[in-house]
């Protein structure tokens, strides 16, 4: 996963005259607080779910806490500043938000009050550089692109487009000071180098 994001960080950080290599090195280390719970992420399972037999709040927990995981672990390690930076914004504090309408579905079914959003929310802040915008695109992108079923170009473009947007209404890119030029480039980017690993 990380190396696949890496690639489409660097690529399109590129296509915009970003530092591709920051984004490319920060990529591979976006993720290094899922190394204390690789079982639990989907990019590692084969066959069984962890999260099968948990609550939904404790499956946003763990989810969540990779990014605190990845701060520790990034501090310790001594880790240059613009990569502690992407760690923390690659989420931004959106919501981990599968576990969150699973929640809402629990909690409506059985009667109870709505799950407390917070408790499904990151605790970073909103990417504050483009390279660290753009690997939160391409994190999500890279991770959405696997249930693609048939991953032709028209679909791809299609699909990255609705993240994008997506992104966008969520508040993602508020202060990423990408333009709308910006973002065209760099989801033709993304799909191009999509479809040559398809």
């Known amino acids: 996963h990380s190396l696949n994001v ?21 990529a591979y280390y976006h993720d290094i607080g899922k190394i204390d719970n690789p079982e639990y992420f989907i990019e590692n399972q084969e066959g069984v779910n962890k999260h099968d037999d948990l609550k939904p709040e404790v499956s946003a927990l763990i989810i969540r806490n990779h990014v605190k995981n990845g701060l520790k672990k990034a501090k ?9 930076q992407v760690i923390n914004e690659h989420h ?28 499904f929310m990151y605790s970073g802040q909103w990417p504050q550089t483009t390279e660290s915008a753009i ?30 947007m997506h992104k966008i209404s969520e508040g993602l890119l508020s202060n990423s000071h990408l333009t709308m ?3 065209y480039k760099i989801s033709e980017d993304f799909v191009l180098t999509l479809s040559g690993q398809y």
């Open 6 to 26: 890496a690639t489409l960080s660097e690529n399109a950080c590129l296509a915009i005259g970003a530092n591709g290599l920051l984004a490319r090195v920060a």
């Open 76 to 84: 310790k390690s001594r880790l240059p500043v613009e990569i502690i």
């Open 92 to 119: 931004g504090s959106s919501y981990v938000t599968y576990f969150y309408e699973k929640a809402k579905k629990e909690h409506q079914e059985n009667g109870d009050p709505p799950p407390e959003p917070r408790d």
């Open 135 to 164: 690997i939160a695109l391409a994190d999500t992108i890279e991770a959405v692109s696997h249930t693609i079923q048939d991953p032709t170009i028209p679909i791809l473009r299609e699909r990255v487009w609705q993240i994008i």
């Open 181 to 183: 030029e910006d973002l």
